[in-house]
């Protein structure tokens, strides 16, 4: 049952499934073949309509924890006393910059506030074309900026996919640097090098036409692309490329920022660079919508141009008074700390399975955020596909949450809400291991 009290009518799956088909956005899936009715979240824990507790594993969103106490009161206190735009000053909009920036290489310190993901890789594009004159992008293979036009247009993962128009012309693809299947494997010293050396030739292809490229769009950690961890020295080697010819270098860490990572609080940092421009999304105010751009101050000046760039919702009170509660619960909880802790126990008792199980190809990642690769081949790294769809839904039956994705949609991805603890660790390799036996049994 769902305890909040409304007039809203309590229906059955079946009923609400009914409903969506009638009157909701049709290309829009569900996940698991038998779609579930959430009804209550907290912690790392989702409850479905029977009080089946589920260990959330997917939802980088609800970063601090689903229903965090600190930011839901946070989030209502501000919504009782005044919520309007920005064109009115308001202490929580500064306070919330200054905070955020604080977080950042002190290069990067102008703020914009956006309401999604997306808004804000769209104002960072707008950014980057407007500092460098140019229009032409470098994206990296299977990655996804945002459901825009013209995030679309960036998203290999979109215009390669399903449904997808293909390559737009201003759009130059850079390999995906993937030490596990690659052309350049995790052996090979110079791998991250040797994978940038991809972005030089698209910036030759773009100079070739007579233009110039704007930007070098990258994940810090690739999450479509199937959780993989750039290989050591690529952002380095990628930016010299990208800037030499003249393109800013622009990190999306919708994903994977604010502590994610573990060892750092923003997952460039794992690369020793500082990017030109940062955007932000999905964990910044643990499930309410909002994103962020921070850039140079160099690159804001540039874009101040007479054009205004107002934004009704975006940076409004009850935002930033989240933003800023999400930020406190991260340090008072040890959330980046404890990320690193729990991401390293499931790193290697994961790799201890992959030792027992062939059909684990690869665990790769880092803080709580990892990929298991499965595989029905070692020599050819076959994907197994299938298997790996199995497993999320088996695990689903034992009440644990997960996801698939990459190329071939054969790695088993894990990002749960940083609260997630040893304990939850511990659940959840028993029921993987469970699962593991279970798909051996189904293969015989
Ligand atoms: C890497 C990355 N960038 C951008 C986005 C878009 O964010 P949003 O859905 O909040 O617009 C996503 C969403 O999945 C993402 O994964």
């Not at 965090?68 to 920005?86: E, F, I, K, R």
Request: with cysteine.
């Amino acid at each position: 049952m769902n305890s909040i009290d409304s007039n809203i009518p309590q229906r059955s799956s079946e009923e609400i499934i009914a409903l969506r088909q009638r009157h909701l956005n049709p290309s829009l899936s569900t996940s698991y073949r038998s779609p579930i009715k959430m009804v209550r979240g907290a912690g790392a824990h989702l409850y479905d309509e029977q009080g089946k507790a589920y260990l959330d594993m997917v939802n980088n969103v609800c970063h601090v924890g689903h229903c965090h106490p600190s930011v839901v009161s946070a989030g209502q206190a501000q919504m009782a006393q005044l919520n309007t735009n920005t064109r009115y000053l308001h202490d929580n909009i500064v306070e919330y910059a200054q905070r955020l920036s604080a977080t950042f290489p002190s290069e990067l310190s102008v703020i914009f506030l956006t309401n999604s993901g997306t808004e804000a890789n769209d104002l960072a594009l707008r950014l980057a074309r407007n500092y460098t004159q140019a229009q032409n992008i470098i994206v990296v293979d299977h990655a996804y900026h945002g459901n825009s036009p013209s995030m679309i247009e960036l998203s290999p993962y979109k215009f390669d996919g399903k449904g997808g128009q293909g390559k737009p012309p201003h759009v130059q693809v850079a390999t995906i640097p993937n030490p596990y299947r690659g052309a350049y494997r995790h052996d090979d010293p110079d791998c991250g090098e040797l994978y940038a050396q991809d972005v030089q030739r698209a910036t030759l292809a773009i100079q070739e036409k007579g233009e110039k490229p704007a930007a070098f769009f990258c994940e810090s950690i690739l999450g479509c692309g199937g959780q993989v961890v750039l290989p050591p020295g690529y952002l380095k080697a990628a930016y010299a490329h990208a800037r030499a010819a003249g393109a800013v270098c622009i990190s999306d860490e919708v994903q994977v920022g604010f502590g994610r990572a573990g060892t750092h609080f923003w997952a460039f940092q794992m690369q020793q660079v500082i990017p030109d421009i940062v955007t932000m999304g999905k964990p910044i105010c643990n499930g309410h919508p909002m994103g962020a751009v921070v850039t140079r101050p160099e690159i804001a000046q540039a874009f101040m141009n007479g054009m205004e760039y107002f934004n009704t919702f975006a940076g409004n009170p009850v935002s930033c008074a989240m933003g800023l509660a999400v930020l406190d619960v991260i340090e008072k909880e040890g959330l980046q700390a404890n990320a690193r802790l729990v991401g390293d126990y499931l790193l290697k008792h994961l790799r201890l399975l992959q030792q027992r199980f062939p059909i684990i190809g690869e665990v790769r990642g880092t803080g709580l955020f990892i990929g298991i690769e499965f595989i029905s081949d070692q020599v050819t790294l076959q994907p197994a596909t299938k298997e790996a769809k199995a497993a999320i839904e088996y695990m689903k039956e034992l009440g644990v949450l997960l996801s698939t994705d990459g190329p071939y949609d054969n790695v088993i991805k894990i990002k749960p809400p940083l609260v997630f603890t040893l304990e939850n660790a511990k659940e959840f390799l028993s029921h993987f291991e469970a699962t593991l036996h279970y798909l051996l049994q189904s293969q015989s």
